[in-house]
Each structure stands twice: as structure tokens, then as C-alpha cells.
């Protein structure tokens, strides 16, 4: 099978950008950085297409493809209801650990214990001054 001018021009221009990138001078690796942020996406889609049209030549393996990507659709919505039901529980669990510590207000998160007021006598009071302000 033979490959496409876009398929050979991209894929010549990533190598390219990739050696640019490896000079140290800031100004030529920026020029490196540039193609490779606008090569690499048309290089993906050429080499999807590319890809794609040598397993797409029979009406078999069309259907193949066609059920592995209705799989791909159910695979991610099963994988966004999972992660919804995550939300879900972590914010109700979140609820009840919240209304459990406000019942128990002593029982406290941290491991450290609070200062417990002490059961002995009352401090005696500061004495005044007999005498008056001057």
C-alpha cells in the first residue's frame, strides 16, 4: 500500500521539529516547538486514515470496526455513570460523617486529646487593693 504525499511531508516535518528541538539556541528550538504543535496533528489524522484503509477493505471488517467503536461509545458512558455514582456516594458519605460528629461533639478528628478542665478547687481570686485610684 502506498502511503500519502501529506502521510511523508508531516512525518518528514515531526523528525524535523523533533531535531530542532534538541538545539540548545531558544529562538530555533521555538521554531521546533511550532511544528511539531501544527505537524503532529495532521500527521495523527493521515496516519489514522492511512491505518484505517488497509483494515477497511472488506465489508467484514467494516462491521468489526463498526461494533468495536458502539462498544467504545458504552465502554465510556458505563466509565462517566461510575464516576457520577463516585461523586455521588463521597458527597453522601461526606453527610453522615458530618451529622455523626455533630451527635458526638467530643469525639474529635484528631489524635491528640484536648485539654480536659481540672476537678480540683476553684483558683482564689486576686486580692485588691485596699486603697483607692490616686
Do not use: D, N
Amino acid at each position: 500500500m502506498r502511503t500519502s504525499r501529506t502521510f511523508r511531508l508531516t512525518g518528514l516535518a515531526i523528525l524535523l521539529g523533533a531535531i530542532l528541538c534538541a538545539v540548545p539556541v531558544s529562538g530555533v528550538r521555538a521554531l521546533g516547538i511550532c511544528i511539531l504543535v501544527f505537524g503532529v496533528p495532521v500527521f495523527a489524522v493521515s496516519a489514522t486514515r492511512y491505518l484505517l484503509s488497509g483494515l477497511l477493505w472488506r465489508v467484514g471488517s467494516r462491521l468489526f470496526v463498526s461494533y468495536l467503536l458502539l462498544l467504545s461509545a458504552v465502554v465510556f458512558a458505563v466509565f462517566f455513570v461510575y464516576a457520577g455514582v463516585l461523586i455521588v456516594a463521597g458527597q453522601l458519605g461526606t453527610r453522615r460523617v458530618e451529622a455523626a460528629l455533630a451527635k458526638h461533639p467530643r469525639s474529635g478528628c484528631s489524635g491528640s486529646r484536648r485539654a480536659e478542665p481540672s476537678k480540683g478547687p476553684a483558683p482564689r481570686p486576686l486580692p485588691t487593693s485596699p486603697r483607692g485610684p490616686g
